[in-house]
């Protein structure tokens, strides 16, 4: 089998690639290019993976989650806020990771992430940038996670 993220062999009963380290489960992309199952959840299971390419079904069901655990969390009170900083110090890293896989989706490197640090002009780039359709077949970060063009025959 084949690496989706990297395209490298991986030996059979290893269930992660030795050279990208992407790990491989239930419902997660095969070497078919068949399409990936996501949820709210899905960048936790990928928690620190830079590597790859997320469709944007993955970082907006992400988004939505943080929108609902900030909607929550402001109905707690005193309680929702310290829920609230442990969920930003635990959705930090798989924030970044979806939104750099998301940039390498559209064809992009993850360091326009950066985007966001200058004021109000860079948050609107890279909203422009994550709401953008993959980029069909493989690019250099991987192949479509949606299937689409996969195929190189």
Not at 94 to 99: E, H, L, Q, R
Not at 117 to 132: A, K, S, Y
């Amino acid at each position: 089998m084949n690496c989706p993220y990297c395209n490298n062999n991986i030996p059979d009963g290893y269930a992660a690639c030795p050279s990208c380290g992407a790990t491989f489960g239930a419902g997660q992309q095969c070497s078919c290019g068949c399409a990936e199952n996501v949820n709210m959840f899905t960048p936790f299971t990928k928690y620190a993976q830079f590597a790859g390419r997320s469709r944007r079904k993955e970082y907006w069901l992400w988004v939505l989650l943080g929108i609902i655990v900030g909607i929550v969390c402001t109905f707690l009170g005193e309680i929702g806020s310290i829920i609230s900083g442990v969920w930003n110090l635990a959705a930090l890293i798989p924030g970044i990771a979806v939104t750099v896989r998301r940039l390498h989706d559209t064809g992009r490197s993850g360091w326009n992430y950066l985007w966001v640090l200058l004021p109000f002009i860079g948050w609107i780039i890279l909203l422009i940038f994550v709401l953008q359709d993959s980029q069909p077949g493989f690019n250099q970060y991987g192949p479509n996670p949606k299937g689409d063009g996969n195929n190189t025959y």
